[in-house]
């Protein structure tokens, strides 16, 4: 089974705040994991690969790391256009699963 | 720009067939792996299906196999995806997307999708 875990499955915080979401693995899968960003009505867009390089043009307030099974995406200093859920997914071999999202409210 | 344009969805009654086509444009097709993924209304995401840049490596999500078929023209940058034996459960906006450099990889190219929905 190639299950991705998410938490939490939501959250609110306050601009300014520092946002962590975790992401575990029912295998190691290295480094292999890659984040996404989907606001509502919107298609995802991708954030971080490798489980830590940042795609380009991505906001450096966004970081990821972890490697193996457990993986964390950090938001330094939340900004309202961070709304968003977020989406960790697993690339290392098929099937390529997606986490089951982590909203992200504005307080 | 890289482009992905999707079309070819509908709605279709449970146990019949769609066939979905991906556009590419603003980038060489045939250098790149491509990934089907979908998003029933109001969930999340569900990758489908992936075919490598000259076919030969395919797989799919098991809720799929056997009854989806992905393939590619890379004469006419277009990417497949044939559903057959459709069912309720399958309904969906179907995004294709462009994996970054290797088969797997991030997503980072995402068309606008096509809906599909399953319904008697």
């Known amino acids: 089974d190639f299950q991705m875990t998410q938490s939490p499955s939501s959250l609110s915080a306050s601009v300014g705040d520092r946002v962590t979401i975790t992401c575990r693995a029912s295998?190691?899968?290295?480094?292999?994991l890659a984040w996404y960003q989907q606001k509502p009505g919107n298609i995802p867009k991708l954030l971080i690969y490798?489980?830590?390089t940042l795609q380009s043009g991505v906001p450096s307030r966004f970081s990821g790391s972890g490697s193996g099974t457990d993986f964390t995406l950090t938001i330094s200093s939340l900004q309202p256009e961070d709304a968003a859920t977020y989406y960790c997914?697993?690339?290392?071999?098929?099937?390529?699963?997606f986490g089951g999202g982590t909203k992200v409210e504005i307080k | 720009e890289m482009q992905l344009v999707e079309s070819g969805g509908g709605l279709v009654q449970p146990g019949r067939s769609l066939r979905l086509s991906c556009v590419a444009s603003?980038?060489?097709?045939?250098?790149?792996?491509m990934h089907w993924v979908r998003q029933a209304p109001g969930k999340g995401l569900e990758w489908v299906s992936s075919?490598?840049?000259?076919?030969?490596?395919?797989a799919y999500a098991d809720s799929v196999r056997g009854r989806f078929f992905i393939s590619r023209d890379n004469a006419k940058n277009s990417l497949y995806l044939q559903m057959n034996s459709l069912r309720a459960e399958d309904t969906a906006l179907y995004s294709c997307?462009?994996?970054?450099?290797?088969?797997?990889?991030?997503?980072?190219?995402w068309g606008q999708g096509t809906m599909v929905t399953v319904s008697s």
């Open positions: 490798a489980a830590s």
């Open positions: 295998q190691g899968i290295f480094n292999y």
């Open positions: 997914q697993r690339y290392v071999s098929a099937p390529a699963t």
């Open positions: 603003g980038f060489t097709f045939d250098d790149y792996a």
């Open positions: 075919i490598s840049w000259n076919g030969n490596t395919i």
């Open positions: 997307a462009k994996a970054r450099q290797l088969i797997y990889d991030g997503l980072h190219v």
